[in-house]
C-alpha cells in the first residue's frame, strides 16, 4: 500500500527530505497505515542510553494493517503461496480472507490457553503455512514472539527460552529437509527439561510422527482449533510496545534477544519492501529466507502482507530434489522478485547451468541479495543465469539490530555495481569511522560503518539487559549505532560491505560468535581450551576453524574430532558444526593471557608468509608448531 519511488530523482528528492525533516518524511510514510490513535510525537531519542522512540502516543494492531485493512478490496488476492519440500505434495494458497481466518482462529487457540498481552511466546516450526499463522496470530493479541530456527538444538531452545521466560512453545512434531525428516517436538522436550517458565506447549502434526504428548502440557493445534470463533478482536497495542523478540549472536558467548517494537517496524519494513523490490500489485514475491531469522520476519511476512503483496513460502531446500528446484518453483508460481542469498547462488553455481539453464524463468523481473558480501562471480552468475540480465539485481545491506534493509539499490531506480550494497534507503545516515571514531570524509576511503541518526525499526534494547544493548551498539562510539561492519565508499560514494570487524563470523548467511561455538566445544570433556575463528570458503562464504587444545598428551585425533563436532552440534545445532578442527598443544597467547587471534586468521585462511610481530607472545614457538600442524 506504500507507493514506491519512480526514478532516481525522485529518489535523491526523498532521501534530502529524509535528512533535512525525517520527522515530516516518516509521518507521511505513516500516514499509509491504519493506527487505533495517531502519535503525538514522531520521534524521541538519544543514542546515549539509548532511548529510541517512534510514533509515541499512537496505538495500532499489525495484524489489521497486514491482514483486516486488505479485506474489503482485496480480500481474494492470494496473500499466501506455500510450496512444500515434496514437488509431489500438494501446494497451499490462502487468500486474504483465509489467512485472516486463520489467524484470528489461532489468536482465540492462544488465548483459550491463557496467553495474555505482552507473554512471551516461542515458536519452533517448519516452514509451513502455520508458521505464519503463530507468529501472525501472537502479532493479534499482543503476545511477544520468539521464534527460534528450527535447527537449533535443545540447549539453544532453552536459553532462549529461559532468557525471555517464554509461557508457551508452538512446535510441529517434525519438519521435512530434503531426503531427511527431523525432529521438533523431541527437540522441544528436552529443551524444556531445563525450562521452568512453560505452561503449555501446542503441536502441529507436519509429519505424523511418533512424539511424546505430556498430559495438561501438551496439545495438538488441530484439536485446540475445534470450536473457536473466526472472530479475534485484535490488542490495541502502544507504537512501543514489543512485537517480537529475536535472538542473534554477538561477540559474547550468549545470544541475545534483539527487541523490536510494533509502530516504527512496521512503518519501516512495509516502506523499504515495497521501494526496494519496486513491488506492483500483481507481483507473486518469494523470499527463500527462513522465518527464524530476521529476513524471514521482514520480508516474507511482515512488509509484503503490509503491502498486500502475494508472498511465497517454501519448505525445502535448494538442491532437493535437484539443484533446479528454485527455478522449478520460480515457473510454477510464476515468481516475479526473487531473493535469496548468497551462499544459495555459490552452491547452485557449484552445481552447474544446466539445472537453471532447463527453467524459462520469464515472469522474474527484480533479483534480491542479503545476508553476507556477494562476490562478483556469484553476483554475475545470478544476473546472467537467473535474471537473464533483464532483472535489476539489488544487495541487499542490513542486520537483525536493524529490522529492516539500511543501504540497496532500488531494483531498476539505483545504480547497480557488483559486489556493492549501493545508497542508503531514505531515512538512513550512514557514516565510515576511523579507530578514534571521527568521521571520514569524502570519498574513495574505508573505515567502521555506522548509523548516525535513528531509523523507525532501529534496535530498542535486548531483552531483559538494556545495558547489553548499550554497550554493544552505542558505546565504541559515541553518538552513533555501529554496526559491527567494516566498509568502503567508492568514488561514487557507494557503499561495499567488507565484513565484520568484531568476533562474530558469518556460516552461510547464518551468524555465530566465536566465542559463542568456543563455548560449545569447550563443553567437551577431552577439551582444556579452544579459539574458534573464521576463514574464506567457497560456497558458505565464511567456513569455521576450531583449534583445540586437548587436556590429555595421548589421544585418538580422528575420534576427538568427531566428539568435538557431535559436541558442537549437541549444544547450537548442524548449523554450527566446524568446518576445520586442528588439535595444538597450546594458543597463542600475549603476557596478560589474551589469544592473538589475528595470528590464527591467518592460519586458517592459509596465509603464513607474514604472520606480524609475535614478540609479543608468551610462548611465540606455539606459533611454529600450529603452523607446522596446518601443513
Ligand atoms: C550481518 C548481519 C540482514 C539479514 C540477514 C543477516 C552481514 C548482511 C549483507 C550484505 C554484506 C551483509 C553483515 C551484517 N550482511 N547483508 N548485503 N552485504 N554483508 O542478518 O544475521 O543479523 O547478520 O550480515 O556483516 O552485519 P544478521
Known amino acids: 500500500m506504500i507507493k514506491p519511488i519512480a526514478n532516481y530523482e525522485a529518489y535523491l528528492e526523498a532521501y534530502q527530505k529524509s535528512v533535512d525533516q525525517p520527522e515530516a518524511f516518516w509521518a507521511d510514510v505513516a500516514s499509509h497505515f491504519q493506527w487505533r490513535k495517531p502519535w503525538d510525537k ?19 494492531n499489525i495484524t489489521e494493517n497486514c491482514l483486516d485493512r486488505h479485506l474489503a478490496e482485496h480480500g481474494n488476492k492470494l496473500a499466501l503461496i506455500w510450496e512444500p519440500n515434496d514437488p509431489k505434495e500438494r501446494f497451499v494458497r490462502y487468500t486474504y480472507r483465509e489467512l485472516h481466518e486463520h489467524v484470528s482462529r489461532f489468536g482465540n487457540v492462544l488465548r483459550k490457553n491463557g496467553i495474555e498481552k505482552g507473554d512471551r511466546v516461542c515458536i519452533y516450526m517448519p516452514m509451513i503455512p502455520e508458521l505464519m499463522v503463530a507468529v501472525l496470530a501472537c502479532a493479534r493479541i499482543g503476545a511477544v514472539h520468539s521464534v527460534v530456527f528450527a535447527g537449533f538444538a535443545a540447549h539453544s531452545v532453552a536459553d532462549r527460552i529461559n532468557d525471555s521466560g517464554c509461557k508457551m512453545v508452538i512446535t510441529a512434531d517434525a519438519l521435512n529437509r530434503g531426503a531427511k525428516q527431523i525432529p521438533c517436538k523431541a527437540v522441544v522436550d528436552e529443551a524444556l527439561a531445563e525450562c521452568q517458565t512453560v505452561e503449555k506447549v501446542i503441536v502441529f502434526e507436519r509429519v505424523g510422527w511418533p512424539v511424546h504428548m505430556e498430559p495438561g502440557r501438551d496439545f495438538w493445534w488441530h484439536d485446540e482449533l475445534k470450536g473457536v470463533s473466526a472472530h479475534c478482536e485484535p490488542a490495541v497495542m502502544e507504537a512501543e510496545d514489543m512485537l517480537f523478540i529475536l535472538y542473534t549472536s554477538g561477540s559474547t558467548g550468549k545470544p541475545k534477544g534483539v527487541v523490536h517494537t510494533c509502530g516504527g517496524y512496521m512503518v519501516y519494513t512495509a516502506y523499504t519492501f515495497a521501494n526496494v523490490f519496486q513491488v506492483k500489485p500483481n507481483d507473486v514475491y518469494w523470499c527463500t529466507a527462513d522465518v527464524g531469522w530476521i529476513t524471514g520476519h521482514s520480508y516474507l511476512v511482515y512488509g509484503p502482507l503490509l503491502n498486500g503483496a502475494t508472498t511465497l513460502m517454501f519448505e525445502g531446500v535448494p538442491t532437493y530434489p535437484d539443484p533446479g528446484r528454485f527455478w522449478q518453483v520460480c515457473d510454477k508460481h510464476a515468481v516475479t522478485i526473487f531473493y535469496t542469498a548468497p551462499t544459495a547462488i555459490r552452491s547452485l553455481m557449484a552445481a552447474g547451468e544446466d539445472h537453471v539453464l532447463s527453467y524459462s524463468l520469464d515472469k522474474l523481473r527484480v533479483l534480491g541479495s542479503v545476508g553476507e558480501p556477494i562476490n562478483e562471480e556469484a553476483w554475475h552468475w545470478y544476473h546472467i543465469h537467473v535474471g537473464k540480465e533483464r532483472c535489476p539485481l539489488t544487495d541487499t545491506w542490513w542486520q537483525t539490530e536493524t529490522g529492516g534493509i539500511m543501504i540497496a539499490a532500488l531494483a531498476g531506480v539505483s545504480p547497480l555495481k557488483p559486489g556493492h ?194 614478540s609479543t607472545l608468551l610462548d611465540p614457538l606455539v606459533v611454529d608448531e600450529i603452523v607446522e600442524g596446518k601443513l
Open 421 to 614: 550494497a549501493g545508497y542508503p534507503l531514505p531515512g538512513v545516515q550512514p557514516v565510515l569511522l576511523d579507530q578514534e571514531g571521527k568521521e571520514i570524509e569524502g570519498n574513495d576511503r574505508e573505515g567502521y560503518l555506522a548509523i548516525k541518526f535513528p531509523w523507525p525499526s532501529m534496535i530498542r534494547t535486548t531483552y531483559g539487559d538494556h545495558e547489553r544493548c548499550r554497550l554493544n551498539y552505542f558505546d565504541t562510539y559515541k553518538g552513533y549505532y555501529f554496526t559491527g561492519d567494516g566498509a568502503r565508499r567508492d568514488e561514487q560514494g557507494m557503499y561495499r560491505i567488507i565484513g565484520r570487524v568484531d568476533d562474530v563470523i558469518n556460516v552461510s548467511g547464518h551468524r555465530f560468535g566465536t566465542a559463542e561455538i568456543e563455548n560449545a566445544i569447550n563443553q567437551n570433556e577431552h577439551v582444556a581450551e579452544s579459539a574458534v575463528v573464521g576463514y574464506p570458503h567457497d560456497i558458505k562464504g565464511q567456513g569455521i576453524y576450531a583449534f583445540v587444545v586437548c587436556r590429555e598428551k595421548e589421544f585418538d585425533p580422528v575420534n576427538l574430532k568427531g566428539e568435538i563436532t557431535e559436541t558442537v552440534v549437541a549444544q547450537i545445532g548442524k548449523i554450527a558444526k566446524p568446518d576445520k578442527i586442528q588439535i595444538v598443544s597450546g594458543l597463542p597467547k600475549t603476557r596478560s593471557g589474551k589469544i592473538m587471534r589475528r595470528i590464527l586468521r591467518k592460519v586458517a585462511e592459509g596465509d603464513i608468509s607474514n604472520l606480524g610481530d609475535t
Open 42 to 60: 514522531v520521534l524521541d531519542w538519544n543514542f546515549d542510553e539509548p532511548k529510541i522512540s517512534w510514533f509515541e502516543g499512537a496505538q495500532l
